[in-house]
């Protein structure tokens, strides 16, 4: 069975010291940002799924969460790439465990490409047909990751046409002080338009004057440019 050093050792040999500077500043890494205190690699997304396909059967899911509990930030991301080929095609009890997992762990999901990695494909999809109240926890959290958590999960209920906890979340996370969740939920505003844009409409009538403006910019970044200009002038 391969182990979490396996994947480590993999990873190191495909490591860029160039690519893991420019990484580092883009994942805001330095001292400030909302990433500072990780340490990355240096390592392509690419690369990364190439080495999750080649780990994700033979790697138990404990060594997997090694991987997500005591990592760089590419090992990381590589675990949630692992455990998203878990998910989906494990059992339902197997699927559980990995959803368990991602819960538990969610202080080292610790920036943006790590939750977009795995919320909308692991969390939001074990959620379908389920008590969704986990995420009105996570909207209500203090770690800005539960919280984008909570709005990218619903990913995957937009795309099953059910918007309801979209709306929901939104509303709860409406006046959120940091610019990732305002980010995220603006997006998720924005897929919903995308597949009915009267809904969309809906929301943002009784909330556009008062929302984020990234987050509003973000909702209504696929209207026709006149419409935008209504939106942001608030003369709707």
Not at 18 to 29: N, P, T
Not at 34 to 52: F, I, K, M, N, T
Not at 160 to 186: M, N, S, Y
Not at 188 to 203: C, H, I, K, P, Q
């Amino acid at each position: 069975m391969a182990t979490s050093v396996d994947v480590r050792r993999d990873l190191a040999g495909l490591a860029d010291p160039r690519r893991a500077e420019a990484s580092s500043r883009f994942l805001q890494m330095v001292p400030g940002g909302y990433g500072e205190g990780d340490r990355a690699l240096g390592v392509s997304v690419p690369d990364q799924r190439r080495v999750a396909a080649r780990y994700w059967r033979d790697l138990s899911l404990a060594e997997t969460t090694r991987l997500l509990t005591d990592g760089a930030h590419e090992e990381r991301l590589t675990s949630l790439l692992i455990l998203v080929r878990k998910f989906t095609k494990g059992d339902e009890r197997e699927r559980g465990q990995v959803f368990d997992t991602v819960l538990a762990n969610t202080g080292r999901i610790n920036n943006w490409d790590l939750v977009d990695s795995s919320a909308p494909y692991i969390v939001g999809p074990w959620l379908i047909g389920r008590d969704r109240s986990v995420l009105d926890r996570l909207a209500e959290s203090s770690l800005v990751w539960d919280r984008r958590i909570a709005v990218m999960a619903t990913f995957a209920f937009i795309k099953a046409g059910d918007f309801e906890w979209t709306f929901r979340i939104g509303d709860q996370l409406l006046h959120d002080p940091h610019d990732l969740v305002r980010k995220a939920v603006g997006w998720m505003l924005r897929e919903v338009g995308n597949r009915d844009r009267a809904a969309e409409e809906e929301f943002l009538a009784r909330r556009y004057r008062v929302m984020p403006r990234v987050m509003l910019r973000y909702a209504i970044e696929k209207f026709e440019p006149q419409r935008r200009r209504e939106y942001l002038s608030g003369a709707l």
